[in-house]
């Protein structure tokens, strides 16, 4: 958005932080409940193998959450450039 009504908004201090804080106060633990949930499921049916190939997933779904909440992930990416160009 461009022109007075943009810089209205920017004057008036809105930003996207309540909206961020939410989802992380609320929406990621209720994720993770699910999850637990969903595995202790598969694995009271019996299905180990199940279960140990969707924590895999699992795993490197959580490591791209904690990337985004963070904040950090400029700094991960340049770190991961930096191992493969020297």
């Known amino acids: 958005m ?3 009504g943009a810089v209205a ?3 008036q201090g809105l930003s996207t932080g309540g909206i961020q804080g ?3 106060d ?3 633990p209720l994720v993770l409940l699910g999850i637990a ?3 202790l499921w598969i694995g009271g049916r019996g299905d180990n193998a199940g ?3 969707r924590s ?3 795993v490197v779904g959580l490591i791209a959450l904690g990337i985004a ?10 770190f991961l450039a930096g191992l493969l160009i020297g």
């Open 37 to 39: 949930i969903i595995l």
């Open 2 to 4: 461009t022109g007075p």
């Open 56 to 58: 895999v997933g699992l």
């Open 26 to 28: 609320n929406v990621v």
């Open 22 to 24: 939410w989802i992380t």
């Open 51 to 53: 279960v140990a190939r």
């Open 69 to 78: 909440v963070s904040g950090q992930g400029p700094v991960i990416g340049n």
């Open 9 to 11: 908004l920017y004057a």
